[in-house]
């Protein structure tokens, strides 16, 4: 089976832009998470998804949004980019969700400048 | 009391010996836990899980063992190899909580 593929693997964007990441899932996986990874806070929850609903959702702002489709895939957009914005955004997905294997992509790396 | 191993952000190994990899976590009503292996420029890599009707789980090489107790948990690696050096965290999840929590991680250094 193809593991968790995510495009683009790098980004360098300018503040006030925004972006869209995508991540498509093992197939068979239902659930996508989307994770932030920095040095300074380590590897945060952004959001899960299962058949196209959003059921988690961390602390971050309004600037972070996701959805799913209904083959699985998730994208997920940050608008009004800043410059603390800037991190390894990682996609894992799992068969039904986080208390269950969820396996990681690569991950995107977004620079923001 | 018992005595709780302390969470190192760095651990350094001689190759060939045993390494234990120490973890709290947080909340008491997380019920899965699972060690994941990040390696520099991937994402992190699955190793082993422990739900919480277990107290010790072996995989090949690895062993989880979870104290509920003191909300404590570790992960062996046995005969440590140059491929163990990356950097190992522990995350938990609640059940219908639908995320990970992460710590904080614990770069693990194999000298040949």
């Known amino acids: 089976k193809a593991g968790v593929t995510q495009t683009p693997r790098y980004l360098i964007k300018t503040r006030g832009q925004q972006v869209t990441l995508s991540c498509s899932p093992i197939s068979g996986h239902r659930s996508v998470s989307w994770y932030q990874q920095t040095p300074g806070q380590g590897l945060q929850?952004?959001?899960?998804?299962?058949?196209?609903?959003?059921?988690?959702k961390g602390n971050f702002p309004g600037r972070f949004s996701g959805r799913q489709f209904s083959n699985s895939r998730s994208e997920m957009n940050v608008s009004?980019?800043?410059?603390?914005?800037?991190?390894?955004?990682?996609?894992?997905?799992?068969?039904?969700?986080?208390?269950?294997?969820?396996y990681f992509g690569p991950g995107t790396r977004l620079t923001v400048t | 009391g018992e005595s709780v191993g302390l969470h190192l952000p760095t651990l350094s190994v001689q190759e060939g010996d045993n390494s234990i990899i120490n973890c709290a976590y947080s909340n008491s009503a997380s019920d899965y836990f699972i060690w994941y292996k990040q390696e520099s420029g991937k994402g992190p890599q699955f190793i082993i899980d422990i739900r919480s009707n277990m107290d010790k789980r072996q995989g090949q090489r690895v062993t989880v063992l979870l104290n509920k107790t003191v909300k404590h948990l570790s992960l062996q690696i046995a005969a440590t190899q140059p491929g163990d050096s990356a950097v190992y965290f522990c995350a938990e999840t609640a059940s219908n909580d639908y995320k990970l929590s992460f710590g904080a991680g614990t770069t693990v250094t194999v000298r040949a």
């Open chain 1, 45 to 56: 929850f952004l959001f899960e998804y299962f058949s196209e609903t959003q059921r988690n």
């Open chain 1, 80 to 102: 009004t980019l800043e410059l603390g914005d800037s991190a390894l955004y990682l996609c894992a997905s799992s068969f039904r969700g986080s208390s269950y294997e969820q």
